[in-house]
């Protein structure tokens, strides 16, 4: 149980397109949805955070304009790399969690196996 | 804010135990996690410890907490090569639904 996957596993898009990828968790409901971005030197860092029918609350830093975080039901959110530049070009992951706010380890993020994208 | 601190590499040969270190700053996570990640893949969470632990075992995996040097750690024993990934630490904000990751220690293993 718990699985999250993300599609596509990979994309290549030429400067200055639109991207979208998507995060589903598979078998159980995800009330709040988290999205990464790992940089070559591995580390985690987080974008947004997002709650089914909300808006997304994004990290300092991370341009909501560029990218766009939809979480429209509790099985899938999407994130849009839009007007894609080369240094967008990344690993994102996302991951996915039942309760939101509450600690222990039932609120454990399930993660997706993560999206490379590659700019040109 | 939350800083999570961990050495970046850490190569050990076949059979030898493995510890990898972490430093954290906000000591009122009631828990704490490690995640492992393998080539090219998401995280997976490996273990996690509550804050009112000293210690938790798992088969090879040990984990010690210091609360005090809010120091936390990760032992494996008798390496294989399949324990080869990015651990990371994981500490959850206790002001939010947040986790604060590492940077990572990547474990390499030499035959």
């Known amino acids: 149980g718990a699985v999250v996957s993300q599609h596509p596993s990979w994309v290549i898009c030429k400067s200055g397109t639109s991207v979208k990828i998507e995060c589903r968790s598979l078998?159980?409901?995800?009330?709040?949805m988290f999205w990464y971005r790992q940089f070559p030197k591995q580390s985690l860092m987080l974008m947004a955070t997002?709650?089914?029918?909300?808006?997304?609350?994004?990290e300092q830093g991370v341009e909501k304009d560029k990218f766009l975080i939809n979480h429209a039901s509790l099985t899938l959110s999407t994130l849009t790399v839009t007007s894609a530049h080369p240094e967008d070009s990344s690993f994102y992951i996302c991951?996915?969690?039942?309760?939101?706010?509450?600690?222990?380890?039932?609120?454990?993020?399930?993660f997706g196996p993560g999206t490379r994208l590659t700019v040109l | 804010g939350e800083d999570v601190e961990q050495s970046l590499f850490l190569s050990v040969r076949e059979g030898d135990s493995s510890v990898i270190n972490c430093t954290y700053t906000d000591s009122s996570s009631t828990y704490l996690y490690w995640y492992k990640q393998e080539p090219g893949a998401g995280l997976q969470l490996l273990t996690y410890i509550f804050s009112n632990m000293d210690m938790k075992q798992d088969q090879r995996l040990t984990v010690l907490l210091n609360k005090k040097d809010k120091h936390l750690s990760l032992r494996i024993a008798d390496t294989q090569t399949g324990d080869s990934a990015i651990y990371f630490c994981?500490?959850?904000?206790?002001?939010?639904?947040?986790?604060?990751f590492g940077s990572g220690t990547r474990l390499s293993i030499r035959p």
């Open positions: 994981a500490v959850p904000l206790s002001s939010a639904s947040k986790i604060i």
């Open positions: 991951s996915a969690s039942v309760a939101s706010g509450r600690m222990g380890p039932y609120n454990e993020q399930f």
């Open positions: 997002s709650n089914e029918g909300s808006k997304a609350t994004y």
């Open positions: 078998d159980f409901q995800a009330t709040t």
